[in-house]
Nanobody, 114 residues
Framework: EVQLVESGGGLVQPGGSLRLSCAAS????????MSWVRQAPGKGLEWVST????????SYADSVKGRFTISRDNAKNTLYLQMNLLKPEDTAVYYC???????RSQGTQVTVSS
């Protein structure tokens, strides 16, 4: 059974940083491109970033480019999202998912507020 468990969210002030993690199990993690998506209150899902199989090629939404960094540790079956210079508009539930699929996990809440 595929399981993706996000962690690392919380309340942070504008300009702060958080590092999200996503622990994967039930599939061969290293064989899949992985993405982070988010859902802000009252809005639909928004793609944030993707990292491809080798871990070298990455892609970011314009709204987070230069502030967020996606990475993966295939030995630990874990996906990461380093978020710096956080803004109130980054407030959302963050999900990890296999590239091209909709999230099915619980996500982790990120709230950026003073």
């Amino acid at each position: 059974e595929v399981q993706l468990v996000e962690s690392g969210g919380g309340l942070v002030q504008p300009g702060g940083s958080l590092r999200l993690s996503c622990a994967a199990s039930g599939f061969t993690f290293s064989n899949y491109a992985m993405s982070w998506v988010r859902q802000a209150p009252g809005k639909g899902l928004e793609w944030v970033s993707t990292i491809f199989i080798g871990g070298i090629t990455t892609s970011y939404a314009d709204s987070v480019k230069g502030r967020f960094t996606i990475s993966r540790d295939n030995a630990k079956n874990t996906l990461y999202l380093q978020m710096n210079l956080l803004k109130p508009e980054d407030t959302a539930v963050y999900y990890c998912a296999k590239y091209g699929t909709s999230p099915r996990s619980q996500g982790t809440q990120v709230t950026v507020s003073s």
